[in-house]
């Protein structure tokens, strides 16, 4: 009797192990993504190696281990450690997307796309994976594919500025103006003041410059360069598109501030030159000979 007793006992031991290692593992993990929003890579380098020598099977904790790898700069071995992520859990659309997302900045769509389509399949309104998706066909050209995605990212999620923003950039590099105003305009209203995105006020710049709205062109130029410490190139814009609007004293001003900050740019120098001598003038609708900065 004793010896069954015993033998019960050794088989729910062997059976809560697991459950205990996981345990452990996660919390581990929890600790790890503290480190992470401190800043602290090596620091959760070290819990999560901790982490998966209690629990070679946590998903989760490879997953994240691969992210910090990554952020470390130690690509091919991040790339392992989410594909071994993968493989242990097919079915979590988090991890899929993970894997996705550093396929894509290493330039390799096609296996970007692959991950996020498996991610699509385990859960259609899955707003995230709409958004990485449509995020790999523009990379790979396919706009109205792209805007297709991210309009499902959309109706999962409405207010979801990335997605507007991403909206935006396909619309406006397909010709479509007024479609991609309306949607940048939607994306900067969900920030807060002062922490708006200088590439999304830059991309509402250069909407207004083609729908020939100038003035307007102009000031989110100047928003964009207060955003971006004073960044003499976007203020090179905003003075560009106050001649454009007809309005010297501000793009004489926005040149200054441009040669304070870049003594040496000669775009700002030349046509504060020329302006001193009363010799340009563009006129709303004329192009400028210098391209908004991307």
């Not at 900067?188 to 020939?212: I, N």
Request: charged residues 20%; contains cysteine.
């Amino acid at each position: 009797m004793a010896a069954v007793w015993l033998s019960g006992c050794n088989l729910v031991q062997r059976h809560m192990r697991p459950v205990r290692e996981l345990e452990v593992s996660r919390q581990l993990t929890r600790e790890a993504s503290f480190a992470l929003e401190r800043g602290d890579l090596q620091e959760a380098d070290r819990l999560l190696v901790e982490a998966l020598r209690e629990c070679k099977t946590d998903a989760e904790a490879r997953a994240l281990y691969g992210d910090v790898l990554w952020r470390l700069g130690q690509h091919e071995a991040a790339l392992q450690q989410l594909q071994w992520a993968v493989q242990q859990a097919p079915d979590l659309p988090s991890i899929q997307l993970r894997l996705a997302e550093k396929y894509l900045e290493s330039g390799d769509t096609g296996l970007a796309q692959r991950h996020t389509e498996a991610a699509i399949r385990h859960g259609h309104d899955n707003g995230a994976a709409w958004l990485t998706h449509g995020r790999v066909l523009q990379a790979q050209g396919k706009m109205e594919a792209a805007i297709r995605a991210y309009q499902r990212s959309l109706d999962c999620y409405p207010d979801n500025p990335d997605a507007l923003a991403s909206l935006a950039v396909c619309y406006q590099a397909s010709g479509q103006l007024d479609r991609a105003l309306a949607e940048w305009q939607a994306a900067l209203e969900k920030c807060q003041p002062g922490q708006e995105p200088v590439a999304w006020l830059v991309g509402l710049g250069q909407v207004y410059r083609q729908v020939r709205r100038p003035a307007d062109a102009a000031e989110q130029f100047a928003h964009a360069a207060e955003r971006d410490s004073g960044n003499p190139d976007l203020l090179v814009q905003a003075g560009l598109a106050w001649l454009e609007a007809g309005d010297r004293r501000a793009a004489v001003s926005s040149f200054q501030q441009a040669l304070a900050k870049a003594p040496q740019n000669p775009i700002a120098s030349r046509y504060l030159q020329e302006l001193t001598q009363n010799q340009v003038m563009l006129t709303a609708g004329e192009d400028s000979p210098f391209p908004p900065p991307q």
